[in-house]
């Protein structure tokens, strides 16, 4: 993200107009690797390939904010691996960390790990390091501190439908888990922050959170992700959940959150509703079936329909409900930007 996207943004989480609606997308591995013409392997083993990947997309759309910027990531495994999950790698498809903990009693032997030492994390930030005086050369800086949150952690290191079912039956060992993984996740968040001086923001993607009632969204989401939002004093707090997101909107601006990025399934007027008008929106045409799926006509008319509904654009950033799909073609993206810019 350049200076100029940069201030953009600080722009919108201020609640100001920031003339024309911005545009923005997250871009990470399920579209970039492809879109740039290789494999997902290839991507995630060469720090040049994963450069000339992001340096692709920010030339051929440099209108664009994308967040985080030069995200140095190994797809859903960077966090558990630090915990012993054991990365399933393919050729060119996404890859998947495998369970840790066999059962929940597992939780009281789970140590902290050092995220400068443990698993993917010092290989990630090592890449940014490396990548630094190329990014800063091209005009950018590396703007976020990035991390999935607490529950999306947990429940890679359970199962998911493990984790859920805990979080019921066992909740004292649940606490105990998420206190573990979120005190990683401050160790992580601040690391990140420490070695790399132009960080302001912090990313957390937690889409378990969607999955919670609201009692238990207070209990086992709310503080864990406080914490994790408070490791570094940044002036973008940047949440991503693209599950359901009703439960967890109302909460956010205690939380620390000033940008939230939500299931295409709400609209920008009800998820404004929600949040009080206390955090700024990033959104919101459908992802997979509009975005990816569409012809650039069906795309140009939900970026309509979402302008329609949103209203009044201040504190927005045009987007799509999570982030960029898999194989969504560059005429779609032109065709956003052609109707945003109208």
Same mark, same amino acid.
């Given at each position: 993200?350049?200076?100029?996207?940069?201030?953009? $943004?600080?722009?919108?989480?201020?609640?100001?107009?920031?003339?024309?609606?911005?545009?923005?997308?997250?871009?990470?591995?399920?579209? $970039?690797?492809?879109?740039?013409?290789?494999?997902l392997l290839d991507y995630?083993?060469?720090?040049?390939?994963?450069?000339?990947?992001?340096?692709?997309?920010?030339?051929?759309?440099?209108?664009?904010?994308?967040?985080?910027?030069?995200?140095?990531?190994?797809?859903?495994?960077?966090?558990?691996?630090?915990?012993?999950?054991?990365?399933?790698?393919?050729?060119?498809?996404?890859?998947?960390?495998?369970?840790?903990?066999?059962?929940?009693?597992?939780?009281?032997?789970?140590?902290?790990?050092?995220?400068?030492?443990?698993?993917?994390?010092?290989?990630?930030?090592?890449?940014?390091?490396?990548?630094?005086?190329?990014?800063?050369?091209?005009?950018?800086?590396?703007?976020?501190?990035?991390?999935?949150?607490?529950?999306?952690?947990?429940?890679?290191?359970?199962?998911?439908?493990?984790?859920?079912?805990?979080?019921?039956?066992?909740?004292?060992?649940?606490?105990?888990?998420?206190?573990?993984?979120?005190?990683?996740?401050v160790d992580w968040l601040?690391?990140?922050?420490?070695?790399?001086?132009?960080?302001?923001?912090?990313?957390?993607?937690?889409?378990?959170?969607?999955?919670?009632?609201?009692?238990?969204?207070?209990?086992?989401?709310?503080?864990?992700?406080?914490?994790?939002?408070?490791?570094?004093?940044?002036?973008?707090?940047?949440?991503?959940?693209?599950?359901?997101?009703?439960?967890?909107?109302?909460?956010?601006?205690?939380?620390?959150?000033?940008l939230f990025n939500f299931?295409?399934?709400?609209?920008?007027?009800?998820?404004?509703?929600?949040?009080?008008?206390?955090?700024?929106?990033?959104?919101?045409?459908?992802?997979?079936?509009?975005?990816?799926?569409?012809?650039?006509?069906?795309?140009?008319?939900?970026?309509?329909?979402?302008?329609?509904?949103?209203?009044?654009?201040?504190?927005?950033? $045009?987007?799509?409900?999570?982030?960029?799909?898999?194989?969504?073609?560059?005429?779609?993206?032109?065709?956003?930007?052609?109707?945003?810019?109208?």
């Amino acid at each position: 993200m350049n200076q100029g996207q940069w201030e953009t $943004l600080l722009a919108v989480v201020a609640g100001e107009r920031a003339g024309p609606v911005p545009v923005a997308f997250i871009i990470d591995s399920p579209w $970039l690797p492809n879109w740039a013409g290789m494999t997902l392997l290839d991507y995630f083993a060469s720090e040049h390939r994963w450069m000339a990947a992001n340096r692709q997309a920010i030339d051929r759309f440099p209108q664009v904010l994308f967040l985080p910027g030069f995200w140095s990531e190994f797809g859903m495994c960077t966090e558990p691996s630090a915990f012993g999950a054991r990365p399933v790698w393919h050729e060119d498809a996404f890859p998947f960390a495998e369970p840790v903990l066999a059962d929940t009693e597992a939780i009281a032997d789970l140590a902290k790990p050092d995220p400068a030492r443990h698993g993917l994390p010092p290989l990630a930030l090592k890449r940014l390091v490396h990548a630094r005086p190329a990014i800063e050369e091209a005009g950018h800086a590396v703007r976020f501190a990035v991390a999935r949150g607490p529950l999306n952690v947990a429940a890679f290191l359970m199962g998911n439908t493990e984790f859920l079912m805990a979080l019921k039956i066992e909740p004292d060992r649940v606490h105990t888990l998420l206190a573990t993984v979120t005190d990683f996740l401050v160790d992580w968040l601040r690391l990140q922050a420490e070695t790399l001086p132009t960080i302001d923001g912090i990313f957390l993607l937690d889409d378990i959170v969607g999955f919670l009632g609201e009692d238990d969204f207070l209990a086992f989401a709310k503080p864990y992700l406080a914490k994790a939002f408070a490791a570094v004093d940044a002036r973008v707090r940047f949440f991503h959940n693209d599950a359901a997101g009703r439960v967890c909107a109302p909460h956010l601006a205690d939380v620390g959150v000033n940008l939230f990025n939500f299931s295409s399934d709400h609209g920008l007027a009800e998820m404004r509703a929600w949040t009080g008008d206390e955090v700024a929106l990033m959104g919101n045409i459908p992802p997979r079936d509009v975005l990816a799926a569409g012809s650039p006509d069906d795309v140009r008319q939900a970026v309509r329909d979402a302008l329609d509904d949103a209203g009044d654009t201040t504190g927005l950033l $045009l987007s799509c409900g999570g982030g960029m799909p898999p194989g969504t073609p560059t005429e779609n993206i032109e065709a956003f930007l052609d109707a945003a810019r109208a």
